[in-house]
């Protein structure tokens, strides 16, 4: 088949066209930005790139199947013709993987406010680890494994990154309810994605869809801490698995400990010890992400009918064999990149780049580096980029969330001139907040700005060290490997 991917260079599209390439198709696309690393990756793997949106060259190329990614919408000149003249067959970049791969395998399906990218390359790297072959496609970029999408065995399974967010301007159902859960991994559960949902209820109302279409063969692997994913019920139509700290879960994390080597910590089965673990990941978020993906992995590996024969207790306690998970591969786990990721670090200063754009995510993070960096001073720098994140849905949890910090600089709002000014974040007005509360906050009219104040302070000598940790879902404008390389002094002060 002829595919085309509009939209090819984003992280998920890109992924999800080298699968299908992988899977024999003959695969093409167009993006208004072709760059690398993405657009390498694509053209070494023989796919046809083209710039921009030409509805005459869509014509010409004559696809059998165009996939349209999330971020196209009406107004798209490739969009409009295909809708007015319906040449070629369209579809939904999920409801393309279902169809194409998803369908004729056993699914891992890895879901939650939090933790995805993490949690689904843990999953796809112990199985791995444990001689397997699994097919997998991760929303970011994983170190461990080595790639972000890979085919896999037919008999192995297939582990995929489950988003909430909607499918595609034409399919607003939540990507996940497309990829035909196995099991699916309900990581935790908060409100998030305020351009879509209406407020928690919203969001618990997908997540539950999501649990009536897993199999009763098959399993929900459950954060059992987390209220809001309590509040979904018993779920009784298919087999539920509790894991974490608390008494009433069947998988428990015990005696968790941090420092600056890592986290150790332990996991047991319904009282019954399974591993003790020590690795280079922060935080308990981290440690839980772990025992998710080390629970949803063994119950992949379990007999297909273990969960009809009513067994599962028993055979996860005692599987042995091929059918037993050896979690030492854990401590060589290196992480995704972006997922605290260091890119600076010098007896004097640390930098670190994070993913986070949730409150709770960056309230774990920040809780995390106060164990990891005592003593430190720690600065926090934060770009309100995402389409909650940018506005006032968040704003008082944001606040919380900083307020954990030392410093705080707060960079301009993403695309603020969509917002009226009663609806966006005010990061004057946080940063305000913030210094009553003893805080230093700094905010700026745009980020090369925020780069020049931080600069000008960062050349003050420091009376210790400092941990300065960017969090944002985007580029930043670019002040992040800025700051890096005006702080770095020569290359060998930068971590290796």
């Given at each position: 088949?002829?595919?085309?991917f509009?939209?090819?260079?984003?992280?998920?599209?890109?992924?999800?066209?080298?699968?299908?390439?992988?899977?024999?198709?003959?695969?093409?696309?167009?993006?208004?930005?072709?760059?690398?690393?993405?657009?390498t990756?694509?053209a070494?793997?023989?796919?046809a790139?083209?710039?921009?949106?030409d509805?005459?060259?869509?014509?010409?190329?004559?696809?059998?199947?165009v996939?349209?990614g999330?971020?196209?919408?009406?107004?798209?000149?490739?969009?409009?013709?295909?809708?007015?003249?319906?040449?070629?067959?369209?579809?939904?970049?999920?409801?393309?993987l279902h169809?194409?791969?998803l369908?004729?395998?056993?699914?891992?399906?890895?879901?939650?406010?939090?933790?995805?990218?993490?949690?689904?390359?843990?999953?796809?790297y112990?199985?791995?680890?444990?001689?397997?072959?699994?097919?997998f496609?991760?929303?970011?970029?994983?170190?461990?494994?080595?790639?972000?999408?890979?085919l896999?065995?037919?008999?192995?399974?297939f582990?995929?990154?489950?988003?909430?967010?909607?499918?595609?301007?034409?399919?607003?159902r939540?990507?996940f309810?497309?990829?035909?859960?196995?099991?699916?991994?309900?990581?935790?559960?908060?409100f998030?994605?305020?351009?879509?949902?209406?407020?928690?209820?919203?969001v618990?109302?997908?997540?539950?869809h999501?649990?009536?279409?897993v199999p009763?063969?098959?399993?929900?692997?459950?954060?059992?801490?987390?209220?809001?994913?309590?509040?979904?019920?018993?779920?009784?139509?298919?087999?539920?698995?509790?894991?974490?700290?608390?008494?009433?879960?069947?998988?428990?994390?015990?005696?968790?400990?941090e420092?600056?080597?890592?986290?150790e910590?332990?996991?047991?089965?319904?009282?019954?010890?399974?591993?003790?673990?020590?690795?280079p990941?922060?935080?308990?978020?981290?440690?839980?992400n772990?025992?998710?993906?080390?629970t949803?992995?063994?119950?992949?590996?379990?007999?297909?009918?273990?969960?009809?024969s009513?067994?599962?207790?028993e055979l996860?306690?005692?599987?042995?064999?091929?059918?037993?998970?050896?979690?030492?591969?854990l401590?060589?786990?290196?992480?995704?990149?972006?997922?605290?990721e260091?890119?600076?670090?010098?007896?004097?200063?640390?930098v670190?780049?994070d993913?986070?754009?949730?409150?709770?995510?960056?309230?774990?993070?920040?809780?995390?580096?106060?164990?990891?960096?005592?003593g430190?001073?720690?600065?926090?720098?934060?770009?309100p980029?995402?389409?909650?994140a940018?506005t006032?849905?968040?704003?008082?949890?944001?606040?919380r969330?900083l307020?954990?910090?030392?410093e705080?600089?707060?960079g301009?709002?993403?695309r603020?001139d969509?917002l009226?000014a009663?609806?966006r974040?005010?990061?004057?007005?946080?940063?305000?907040?913030?210094?009553?509360?003893?805080?230093?906050a700094?905010?700026?009219?745009?980020?090369?700005?925020?780069l020049?104040?931080?600069?000008?302070?960062s050349?003050?000598?420091?009376?210790?060290?400092?941990?300065?940790?960017?969090?944002?879902?985007?580029?930043?404008?670019?002040?992040?490997?800025?700051?890096?390389?005006?702080?770095?002094?020569?290359?060998?002060?930068?971590?290796?």
């Amino acid at each position: 088949m002829r595919i085309y991917f509009m939209g090819v260079c984003g992280t998920a599209m890109g992924n999800a066209a080298l699968l299908a390439r992988a899977a024999g198709h003959d695969v093409l696309g167009a993006d208004v930005d072709v760059y690398p690393p993405m657009s390498t990756v694509l053209a070494q793997s023989g796919i046809a790139l083209h710039e921009g949106y030409d509805a005459a060259r869509l014509e010409r190329l004559a696809p059998d199947l165009v996939v349209i990614g999330n971020a196209m919408s009406r107004g798209n000149p490739e969009v409009e013709w295909l809708l007015d003249t319906r040449r070629f067959a369209f579809t939904s970049l999920p409801a393309a993987l279902h169809s194409l791969v998803l369908n004729v395998r056993r699914n891992i399906v890895v879901c939650g406010t939090h933790g995805k990218t993490t949690t689904t390359a843990l999953t796809a790297y112990l199985l791995r680890a444990n001689g397997r072959d699994p097919g997998f496609l991760i929303g970011g970029v994983p170190i461990d494994p080595p790639t972000g999408n890979h085919l896999g065995a037919a008999a192995d399974p297939f582990v995929i990154e489950g988003d909430e967010y909607d499918s595609a301007f034409f399919d607003k159902r939540s990507k996940f309810i497309h990829y035909a859960p196995h099991i699916a991994v309900l990581n935790n559960l908060e409100f998030d994605h305020a351009d879509i949902f209406r407020d928690l209820a919203d969001v618990q109302r997908t997540f539950v869809h999501l649990t009536r279409i897993v199999p009763r063969n098959g399993f929900v692997v459950l954060n059992g801490d987390d209220e809001n994913l309590r509040a979904l019920g018993a779920l009784p139509w298919t087999n539920v698995v509790r894991v974490g700290t608390g008494e009433r879960n069947d998988l428990r994390i015990e005696a968790f400990r941090e420092s600056a080597a890592g986290g150790e910590f332990g996991l047991s089965w319904q009282g019954q010890p399974w591993a003790e673990v020590r690795w280079p990941l922060p935080g308990l978020f981290n440690a839980r992400n772990a025992a998710m993906a080390a629970t949803a992995a063994q119950l992949a590996l379990l007999p297909r009918d273990a969960a009809r024969s009513g067994r599962v207790g028993e055979l996860f306690a005692s599987a042995a064999g091929a059918e037993r998970l050896d979690l030492a591969a854990l401590a060589r786990f290196r992480g995704v990149k972006r997922r605290q990721e260091v890119l600076l670090d010098t007896p004097a200063l640390t930098v670190i780049e994070d993913f986070g754009h949730h409150p709770t995510a960056l309230a774990e993070t920040l809780h995390s580096f106060r164990a990891r960096f005592p003593g430190a001073i720690l600065t926090a720098v934060f770009e309100p980029r995402s389409n909650t994140a940018r506005t006032k849905a968040l704003e008082a949890a944001f606040m919380r969330s900083l307020a954990l910090a030392d410093e705080v600089y707060l960079g301009a709002v993403n695309r603020a001139d969509k917002l009226a000014a009663g609806e966006r974040f005010d990061t004057v007005a946080v940063a305000q907040h913030l210094e009553q509360l003893g805080v230093k906050a700094h905010s700026a009219p745009t980020n090369a700005v925020l780069l020049e104040k931080m600069l000008a302070y960062s050349g003050a000598r420091a009376e210790r060290r400092r941990v300065v940790a960017f969090f944002t879902n985007g580029s930043f404008d670019g002040i992040i490997g800025k700051f890096v390389a005006a702080m770095s002094g020569s290359s060998s002060d930068a971590a290796s």
